[in-house]
């Protein structure tokens, strides 16, 4: 059979070959090793065109260190608690999820702008 890797790049090249103008990634970097993360970024980042959306879907940061999003959204109980830019996202690995539950700021339950 093939790899976690190996799948993943297949449904890049689909992402291609498709070509279509929303792409969700969920999870996309679950169960892959460094080398082959480094790799599914780089087809993702050939991919972007200004005219298309990438709807990434993660929960940790190493994948953004390949693949800077131009906006993050955290999803918490089904809503969106905080929106920013690639900021947020390196905020998040500092902090953790926790500072967003317990409504510190304008988190949990709030929808607060970049």
């Not at 890797?5 to 999870?27: F, T």
């Not at 993360?37 to 200004?50: C, F, M, Q, S």
């Amino acid at each position: 059979g093939f790899s976690g890797g190996e799948k993943k790049r297949n449904e890049i090249l689909q992402m291609a070959v498709l070509d279509p103008k929303l792409s969700v990634l969920d999870e996309t970097d679950s169960g892959l090793d460094i080398d082959a993360l480094r790799i599914v970024a780089e087809g993702v980042n050939k991919l972007h065109d200004p005219e298309k959306a990438v709807m990434l879907v993660t929960h940790y940061q190493r994948l953004l260190n390949y693949i800077i999003p131009d906006f993050v959204h955290v999803l918490y109980g089904g809503k969106i608690v905080k929106e920013g830019g690639k900021e947020l996202a390196l905020e998040l690995e500092v902090k953790g999820y926790d500072w967003l539950k317990n409504g510190n700021g304008r988190g949990a339950g709030s929808r607060e702008s970049r």
